[in-house]
């Protein structure tokens, strides 16, 4: 059984910076492709950036291009995203997903992600 758990979530002024981490356990995870999604209150879920995890390829939302960086650590199998000069409208509830894959292509809907971990709060104060 796959497991997810987010953390380094808090409050942060506008321009301010936070790493968050999703520590991945209960399989091996070269065949996956991992991603970070958001929800905003009233909001749809919406991704954010992803990774595969063989080849570290990556792929971001172009509101987040440029700002964030997602990276995986193999030996602590644990994905992470850095995220600078943050605004409000980043503020939402970040989740990080998982799916097994055959070829290591990110996709950007939810239904692309058979895994998810509980979130984690992000708020960014103007």
Known sequence: QVQLVES????VQAGGS??????ASGRT????VMGWFRQAP???????AGISWSRG???YANSVKGRFTISRDNA????YLQMNSLK???TAVY???ADMRALPVITTTEKGYHYWGQGTQVTVSS
């Not at 936070?18 to 520590?23: E, G, I, K, P």
Request: proline share 3%.
């Open 42 to 48: 009233g909001k749809e879920r919406e991704f954010v």
């Open 29 to 32: 995870f070269s065949s996956y």
């Open 8 to 11: 380094g979530g808090g409050l």
């Open 18 to 23: 936070l790493r968050l981490s999703c520590a």
């Open 88 to 90: 409000p409208e980043d």
């Open 95 to 97: 989740y990080c997903a």
């Open 76 to 79: 602590k199998n644990t994905v």
């Open 57 to 59: 390829s990556t792929y």
